[in-house]
């Protein structure tokens, strides 16, 4: 059977027609279903968009480690960004709103629950939405995902400030200035930069900041540290952090890692030594220079 047309529109319960009623007096003859045609494909589209948003929100939290960039009291750089409370919380309004349509739907029809995973509660949806255009509640069911449609996107697109520490005195000989680590969410747990207040010159680029940490009196730091049974001295740094610290894909980390022969070791993780990772940049920004 053919889908409502816009004629239908004027008694349709849902969000797009009640802030664009259609022209003319109401027909005499009842509508044949709650939603007309545009809403209908709108509630189908916000659904589509809410399970986008909620893999996008995923991906923010799974960019971005707990807590916040910490002061530093030991050794070491701090680590650590703002938590997506945002994000964090239109995940799960997402989730929650894909898991009441459906049991609703799963309850009155005598349909098996799909997974509560938010793809298997979308596609669920979708399947069963011509009926739930039908359904006396289909107009609050617009609603409902276009207002968590509204929350997710402006959890997705929002840019958190970013955060600033204080690490202790700065490292360079009667240096009166205080150092500062400033990070944002698109470099999880590495600074942005590490500056001076004092004399604008003394800043660390990405490819110094371990060496930093050496200067400051530390031996942690973001990139973790191992045991080697006594035999290690230095820093030892994991693939991800080199990724980071270097702007360089995961890939080619572990690409260079093999041809360079950088020492390493194994802690539950692999450790990279530090300074074969320091050689092999520095060869490589010379070359490129």
């Not at 596609?123 to 609050?140: I, M, S, Y």
Request: proline share 9%.
């Amino acid at each position: 059977m053919p889908g409502p047309t816009r004629a239908d529109a004027v008694n349709c319960p849902g969000t797009h027609c009640r802030r664009s009623p259609g022209p003319g007096p109401a027909p005499t003859t009842p509508p044949r279903p709650p939603l007309c045609t545009s809403c209908r494909d709108g509630l189908a589209a916000d659904i589509r968009e809410a399970t986008r948003l909620y893999r996008e929100c995923e991906h923010l939290l799974s960019s971005s480690p707990p807590g916040r960039l910490r002061e530093r009291t030991t050794g070491g750089l701090p680590s650590g960004l703002p938590f997506n409370a945002a994000a964090a919380q239109a995940r799960t309004d997402v989730l929650a709103l894909l898991s009441s349509w459906s049991g609703l739907v799963a309850a009155e029809r005598s349909l098996p629950a799909p997974a509560r995973t938010a793809t298997g509660l979308a596609d669920f949806l979708l399947r069963q939405l011509p009926w739930l255009a039908d359904h006396n509640a289909a107009g609050e069911a617009c609603e409902d995902f276009r207002r968590v449609v509204g929350t997710a996107r402006r959890a997705a697109r929002a840019t958190p400030a970013p955060q600033r520490a204080r690490l202790g005195g700065c490292p360079h000989p009667d240096c009166p200035g205080q150092l500062t680590a400033t990070a944002s969410s698109s470099l999880a747990d590495t600074p942005d930069e590490v500056a001076c207040d004092t004399d604008p010159a003394h800043v660390w680029p990405a490819d110094q900041w371990t060496s930093l940490v050496r200067q400051l009196g530390g031996t942690g730091g973001t990139g973790g540290t191992g045991g080697t049974g006594g035999r290690a001295t230095g820093r030892w740094l994991t693939a991800e952090h080199i990724s980071r610290l270097f702007r360089t894909p995961l890939g080619t980390v572990y690409r260079l890692a093999s041809k360079e022969g950088w020492r390493r070791h194994r802690n539950g993780h692999t450790y990279y030594d530090e300074a074969d990772v320091h050689a092999t940049f520095s060869a490589r920004s010379r070359r490129a220079g």
